[in-house]
């Protein structure tokens, strides 16, 4: 071997291990980057949840915890002590969730049942980017689409439907969570192994009762699982609600009249309604207490769900 090549295999080796050095370097230094960044994410979350809690007791150090789960009345703006029951905030946005519900679910569903078992490659690969795209809309244009087109389709058909009403900001948070459904249940029904549609077909079932049937059972875990987060996004909705639902709390479950949800009310004392300190600034945050423990139930009831009635395959 010349001096030449002599020096060169030298020069090879020395790179080398200095391209070694290095990568060690990074696998040292990569795993802190990464712990980094998961304890900010959960610092950030216990910071959220620790103004929540503090804020939500300076709030009930003024009213009782009695008065806030029990009274029917919510009037905090009232010129006297104001009444603090949330239960109609709570009525207002179980029944934009329950007309979202009969939306979202028949038309999610169906929909991922057409592209799981019916659609071929090429119109899935239509489809589902048409339904990304539906997802991807700001809510604020919802909202307007609710206030400025279904609300005054819906007049047409309902004389006296009020011009800011639950039913509209409903059907119109449905349209919104229907792409969610619509996904995630497609991903579970996909999911489910051919060798069983197969068999289905062998024993002489059509394609429906393999979907209904077949497929539909064995994906109940994840169709049910999209479904209640899709429910859970439904109840933290804002701009959609507060621009077509209106703001009158009530407890009636009249769809046609105007009420208001708990997000709503957030972003009406947010916006500049009530000044730093007083007892309907702190009202937001046990507002929004309230709204995180109904929305970290939902997601716990999802999670449960997909552990308890998952299929293994």
């Known amino acids: 071997m010349s001096t030449a090549q002599s020096l060169s295999v030298r020069e090879l080796i020395q790179a080398k291990k200095q391209r070694k050095g290095t990568l060690t370097i990074m696998e040292k230094v990569v795993p802190i980057i990464l712990l980094g960044t998961a304890v900010i994410s959960v610092l950030t979350t216990f910071g959220i ?184 996004r439904a109840i933290g909705e804002t701009m959609i609600v507060t621009l077509a639902a209106g703001s009158t709390p009530s407890l009636e479950w009249d769809v046609t009249s105007s009420i208001q949800t708990m997000t709503a009310y957030i972003a009406q004392v947010s916006s500049g309604d009530a000044g730093f300190g007083t007892t309907i600034y702190y009202s937001i945050y046990a507002v929004g207490m309230t709204l995180f423990v109904f929305t970290l139930a939902m997601n716990l009831l999802a999670q449960f769900i997909s552990r308890r009635f998952r299929e293994e395959y």
Do not use: H
């Open 49 to 232: 949840l620790f103004t929540l809690i503090f804020e939500t007791f300076e709030f009930f150090s003024r009213v009782s915890i009695a008065e806030f789960f029990t009274s029917t009345k919510w009037y905090p703006f009232s010129e006297t002590s104001g009444s603090y029951g949330i239960l109609p905030l709570v009525a207002g946005t179980l029944k934009v969730t329950a007309i979202a519900s009969l939306v979202a679910v028949p038309i999610g569903i169906a929909s991922a049942i057409y592209l799981s078992e019916y659609a071929s490659d090429k119109t899935r690969r239509i489809i589902k980017p048409i339904l990304e795209v539906l997802a991807g809309i700001p809510t604020i244009v919802y909202g307007f689409f609710a206030l400025t087109f279904v609300t005054p389709l819906l007049r047409s058909f309902i004389p006296g439907l009020d011009f800011f009403n639950a039913l509209s900001a409903g059907i119109v948070v449905g349209i919104m969570i229907t792409p969610m459904v619509t996904s995630l249940s497609e991903d579970a029904m996909s999911s489910v192994p051919r060798t069983m549609r197969e068999g289905a077909f062998a024993l002489g079932s059509t394609k429906f009762e393999v979907a209904i049937k077949v497929v539909l059972p064995a994906a109940v875990s994840g169709i049910v699982a999209s479904v209640v987060l899709a429910l859970s």
